[in-house]
């Protein structure tokens, strides 16, 4: 990781800001989500889970896919590894990356806004969950794809979309009903949630319900990630 | 040397043991039915035409595939169910040049040992290193070295965890003369040091010269199996060139396999009848004006065997 840390650490926190400086700066003075906090307080919390759930699947998808592209994954297959071990590298490595990236954004955010951590332990929480979540989905396109522009497809039609309509920028109060419903079946939306619930303590629904979704997908995509490993798929043939 | 009760009590497992292996990729049978047994220290050749097979069955034994059917071990562990012991004892050369981008040759060998289990191994790498000349190479990125030393690389990264069991798919390919001598230099050098190795080659003078066993495969069976000596000698007698004075008697034709001029290449069944030929030569008062005799080597044992020009 830090051997391209600019890719990707410093890019990262460097978008976030300027979605930060943006959004905020255009909508700040027309935008009360919350009563009493500011806008650009509001943003943070959404632009750091962005930023670590996007980071967090771009490592594991990546490292996988670049490997099995170089041909250098056979070292790792060559190794006295279990694919849970394999697994459990991947993701660790993918969270690393996450919750440092998500660090960064808090860190250089503060120039602009100071939110405050009222439930520091719910943070940790959500940023634990979504970081590992997006990393055992990032092992399954990582296995899946056979060429960058697949995962290219994965990250663009799946993860991007996702993010977006998750809350990032708005609480799914201002939105229309049919919307609001629609965001209830995103799992991003519940991981910025909660995330922004250990900030403000206010959310959009309760911050436990939040954390069962998380927790579910997680386990959802670490079964499906663990199963795909055992059987060898798109990598021992 | 083995003590001959254990050799009598089969306690000393072999170094590979393949048991009807097989394995099918969509309508080609990869591999259909591969029994092999190598033993302890052997430097052991498996041969074939490209698409035989050989690379599916190391791939199977180092686990990069799994077999459909048919049971594989490295030292008595089954490359299945006991894989982390299997390939703890296994170092695999493979065939293709890969390498991570990122890193430079000793960080490389590291990584590679960390994979093992190894946390501080540079005493070792030094030694490897310097056996295959990589030592001015150790800080350098891998993109930066020639095909030769990515090759080299490969071969230190098989041996960081110093495997009794050496397998080598196709090392040389790419490899200039030089790079290819030290290279089996160090090769036979780890096979005298007791390692077993399992070679894959396309160069058969390089099987010829290195191996003591060879098998040879063909559409995912084994053709051939035996003593390097022996697969030699079962191509019986010789062949023999002669410039001539004159035409070759008509009683010999039937033994001539290439013509040009008075130039002939006749194949004798055996190095008796060379006497007969030269008496028939004799007798016809034919003047031979050049000889040279020419030993079988292993190309026409694996043409004869395998039946189709090689690479």
Known sequence: MWKVGFQTVLAPVLTALLYLLIFSHVLAQHVEVYPGVHYTAFLIPGLMMMAMLQNAFANSSSSLIQSKITGNIVFVLLAPIAYWEFFA????????????????????????????????????????????????????????????????????????????????????????????????????????????????????????????????????????????????????? | MIPLSLELFNLIPPAIDVRQARKRYGQLQALDGVDLCIEQGEFFGLLGPNGAGKTTLINLLAGLALPDDGQLSVLGHDVVKQYRASRRLLGVVPQELAFDPFFTVRETLRLQSGFFGFRRNDTWIDEVMHHLDLTDKADTNMRRLSGGMKRRVLVAQALVHKPPVIVLDEPTAG???????????????????????????????????????????????????????????????????????????????????????????????????????????????????EMTLQQPDLEEVFLRLVGRTVQ
């Open chain 1, 89 to 237: 590298a991947y993701v660790l490595a993918s969270m690393l990356r996450g919750l440092v990236v998500g660090i960064g954004v808090y860190l250089a955010a503060l120039w602009f806004a100071q939110p405050p951590l009222l439930f520091p332990v719910w943070i940790i929480l959500f940023a634990v969950l979504g970081s590992a979540m997006l990393g055992s989905l990032g092992v399954v396109a990582g296995m899946w794809a056979e060429k960058f522009d697949q995962l290219a497809g994965f990250q663009n039609f799946i993860i991007m979309p996702l993010t977006f309509l998750s809350g990032v920028f708005y609480s799914i109060h201002s939105l229309p009903p049919f919307w609001q419903a629609l965001s209830r079946f995103n799992p991003f939306f519940y991981m910025i949630d909660g995330f922004r619930y250990g900030f403000f303590g206010v959310s959009d629904i309760s911050p436990w319900v939040s954390l069962m979704v998380a927790g579910g997908c997680l386990l959802g995509l670490t079964l499906l990630s663990l199963r795909l490993l055992k059987s060898g798929y798109k990598l021992r043939y």
């Open chain 2, 175 to 289: 490899v200039d003369v030089e790079l290819r001598q030290s290279l089996w230099r160090f090769i036979q050098q780890l096979n005298r040091d007791g390692h077993t190795i399992l070679l894959t080659t396309h160069y058969l003078e390089e099987a010829e010269a290195l191996c003591t066993r060879i098998a040879m495969l063909k559409h995912g069976r084994i053709v051939a199996l035996d003593s390097t000596q022996n697969l030699l000698s079962s191509l019986a007698g010789c062949r023999v060139r002669l410039k001539l004075a004159g035409y070759l008697p008509a009683t010999l034709l039937p033994q001539v396999v290439e013509q040009t001029d008075d130039d002939y290449l006749l194949t004798l069944p055996s190095y008796q009848a060379l006497e007969l030929m030269l008496a028939e030569l004799r007798v016809a008062g034919v003047v031979v004006q």
